[in-house]
């Protein structure tokens, strides 16, 4: 019976000087396996990965946990009691227009330096050397700055400092309406038929400010440097985000299938023991992140979202049909947008009003199967 | 062939000088039929009765209107193009909070003065006079006043001046995630079934500032006063707010029922002619306003909305399961809400996250089959 | 030396499970003197009778208190919370656009009720069999309801459930852009002049949902229903709205000045000992509530106020200067809004452009010298 | 006489379908001086710029203009139209987040390119061609995309356009609460003395998506391109960013001096004809943009601005003094945040309420004087 310790840590202060806090679940590994760190709702309105960590901890109570399992659900507190109207409006601090998920920290000088300075380490001591490196770094630049840090930036350092511990880092975020898809390094490509999600983006090794290029960036690009100096070593840790279907939307039965898809890849990778948790048979589409794209609205309207998530559009088809009721009469009063090339799309818009420029679906191009 | 007219109306003038206006479709009657004034979109995230007014123009096209027919698309310029993340925040003035359906104008004391001013006035002529001074009065108080009005009023105030010209008015609503129901008058609940609406709400004659009872209060207080002095007339004009589903929802397809719902009762009442729409077979449940009741979250957290619409819910039964990710460990994680008497559910709130006194659900209790 | 005891009330429960709070000092008085409810920030952008509290906590500490004395500030932590961009959003709730300060509870038909079903009661007896039924009353129906209550109302009752226990309620608030003034009910208008306060607004018996209006409306229609039946008792208790100058603006010196304008009060009503606190010699004006008119914006523009509070300013003179970039060339590029008639500006509207239908300026018309 | 032409320009169309539009004023120069673009109000709240332009059109009528001029006044409809409360929510996309003032366009291969491509052009026709090539970049990729852009990009980029052709582009900003800043790229240094605005921050040639950054980065980084090759050319345009005091504050008679500091630098770079504008006698400091540090609060609480701006703050002098009505008796309830090394404050935050990690005030460090 695996024991699950409750702990909490304060990650901000309010105005009316009550902190806010975030809950903290560890699980003490049997052995040796890979340590994990999993997080949920960064983004305010994307609560369905507290759902995930609920069936994990329901899971994780019978299993055999291999390695250290850390487990934060409701991790931005801020944006979770962010409303405006109805709705959570989580996704950036109110006050500066900031993305939460954009402000971890990353000294792009440090793995360059690290690996011009530590030539003659194991790759052992590169993992423990460097792991303490670049949280010293936290600390001193976020944490415990003179001048302070922003309000994001000391949220993001408080969980990163939790991640930085660890070998495997899970972020679950959902989009807008949305599909179920992941983002996975390139480095990392053959784990992502591991989770039993149908879309899949491989990302560069560029930084920008999100959770997982947080945790891999530094790891990546110091493989980049050694690799330079002609030495390879692997790139130590992994980090995922994974998009768990729509903003808005718990359902315990849904959370209890991406409980188990994350189990198979936790199994695959020796966090926990025995062979109970598989990948499903499925399609599954992979795409570079450049081929990713955005479809902007060329106009303003109301909007009926037409294209099913996952099937492949052909050039031409119709992603949405637009309602335009000021021009009744006069002018073409119903209007679709099309797709402007072959596509899977995965996402769309949470509205049915548009401007123009809005950002109305994301589709794979140049898809392949994985 | 119908011949529809279009102009536009300005109703708000922006702080960079634009002006906002609303597009007005207007139908001239064949003969002396019922005028009638539809409108809808007041609140800017209830999008279908766009919808709707677009599915009717397309069948008033081939139809004999027997009275002038004004419909209102995009009534509320300011609530559609009001975003705050990608909700459109649409329901009240983002500058005071309030609700853009409780601006109209209403002068209590007008029909008692009138009543006692025009006892010798036959019927029609009661029509006539008591139409223009409502007009007047608006005009005087909101429209022209030396001290101006408020944003919400000024927009509220002009639609009411369009509306105050019929003898039937529509306001097309949508509840947050919401099934089809309908506000009538109580003093006009036979009309009620002359709608393909399964849920219905009978109204007393109060005013609370709403599109529907501006327009009747007038009239029914007007009658009540006749009454006090021992005579009978009418209340001669109806008012119903349609609610057509959920917001943030547009479909063509589901505009198309409800347009040959409105059809119906339009024909019913002799605007249109010929026999072709009639109220379709169905279960229609009613309760009084009073015993229509909001329920508010006893607690806070994440929701799953459990309880289906217009479905009979006993006493006890869950409404909504709630999901508490601080407290895994040391207390229930995951909670129920039950219905506190026997009912049926009628909307739900749209986020799957609220605070202790969010309205979770709204429910007819003390119900009765029309 | 007074002792001053603190402890703190949970009125809010966010979405994460986190419980928001409001700090209560309480005096234990010395003798039989009046009992006194003072709170402060039920807006969130209005801080500066916090800083009045703790000032009037300062002195609190060497003077002699007679009666007990509790001290809320801080008394809405979700509108203390709730930032939009740099301002802090704590005027309405942001779900619902509900006024923070329209959410107290009043039962119409209690005072009545009461009145008629005990006649032979003695005034001692009539304070305090009616103090319990109006708290019984409110914890009937809002704290203790089935269905729940609104989040501002679950707010206010408990605020209001303190103030209910005191003989004289004062809610300490701020304009947008201000002047010093007090909304003094009708019936107490001699104590009007024992504030260091030159604006004052006499509001009559009727309620609209705020404090001081759910504090005195029982008790004052309480002797308006004993008056009714021949018999005439005093209103028991008394409330004052205070707005401090200008919301989003901290001062302690000025807020020193404020706390001796509220001893002044105080001891002239009897809670504190001596006669070191008297009102000072201003002029001060006041006017019926009717009398004091809103201007709203007959035009929308970038605004420059002109037009300095407290001084009368005649029929036709400039309140602000308004600037239409949008018409340089072709048209008035700057115009002028003029009183409508003669009156003294007290308050205005907080930024510097505005829409159609703002309200610019608040002023006292029909004013006379207290 | 002057002649100024009026048109204006759709930027934006909103989602009920209405355009948004800037106002344009042009004059065309006399002889063959520099072109001049000049812009107001790119964020919402910042409205004072729109004034000076008024300002400067006065002035222009009676002036000898030798280059054409560009004034875009209101330059962001969207922004100017946002409202939160009586705030202007204009500094970020209300849907997004996004900084309306990092939207531009930057192709940073396009001037290392260039100059490989065009080495042997002679300098002036490098300035026609790549101004040339600019346009392009921006029109293939931001005005004509086939998956469109970003409501804030389309915006951006459309104001970009007419920047593009001057040889001169003026960006009027203000600041929260501020004193007169100027943002001024280093290669222009001499420059700086030629405003009225006391405080300079040296900005280097990287590209944050800002307007001035847009302009004079690629001829900036096109002067490098060309001197890596060891050919010196001027960097062929410039830029300023200039803070004209405080958000949501309109004084025509500020107004009035800042235009008049505007004309000494477009009379002194041959803008202008005469010898009547010159700068005044001021102490002006400067420091690098490196040195231009944010103060983020280190607690939560109500904050008292204590520096004043453009006054020499020693380390340990106070910035503000914060009061914490949660914690009288118990703890400190009035604290201070000092200087953490010797700066000049420019400017400070909007609201009297912060968060932990909010902005307090930013200051300048290892200033000097210019």
Sequence with gaps: MTTIEHSTLEVAVLANGQ??????????????GPS?????????AEVQGNAVIYQLLEQFKSLHCLGNITLVPLANPIGSNQKSGEFTLGRFDPITGENWNRGYHFN???????A??????????IKQKFRQAIIDDLEKNKLNNPYGAK?????????????????IVLDLHTGPISSRHLYCPEYAK???????????LFIPSDFDGAMDEATFCPWWQLQQAYQAQGRDIDVM???????????????????????DSVL?????????????????????????????RALYAPQSGLVEYLAPFGEILEEGQPLVQMLHMERYVDDDCVTQVNAPQRCIPVLHFASASVNRGTELYKVMTNFFTL
């Design 19 to 32: 902190a806010l806090s975030v809950p903290v679940y560890r699980i003490r590994g049997e052995s040796d």
């Design 151 to 167: 309000t994001s930036q000391l949220l993001c350092a408080q969980l990163q400092r939790m991640a930085f511990d660890a070998d």
């Design 116 to 125: 011009a300075d530590n030539k003659q380490l194991t790759n052992e001591e």
């Design 108 to 114: 792009k000088s440090l793995p360059i330096e690290f």
């Design 237 to 259: 840790v992994e980090a995922f985000t994974l998009e768990l279907g729509s903003q808005e939307w718990l359902s315990l039965a849904a959370a209890s299938e991406d409980s």
């Design 264 to 292: 198979s890849y936790l199994q695959a990778r020796g966090v926990i023991k025995g062979e109970v948790f598989n990948p499903r048979q499925m399609t599954r589409y992979g795409c570079m992140l450049e081929h990713y």
């Design 190 to 200: 053959d784990r992502a038929t591991l989770f039993d999600i149908p879309h899949v």
């Design 36 to 44: 994990v760190y999993i997080q949920a709702n960064m983004h305010g």
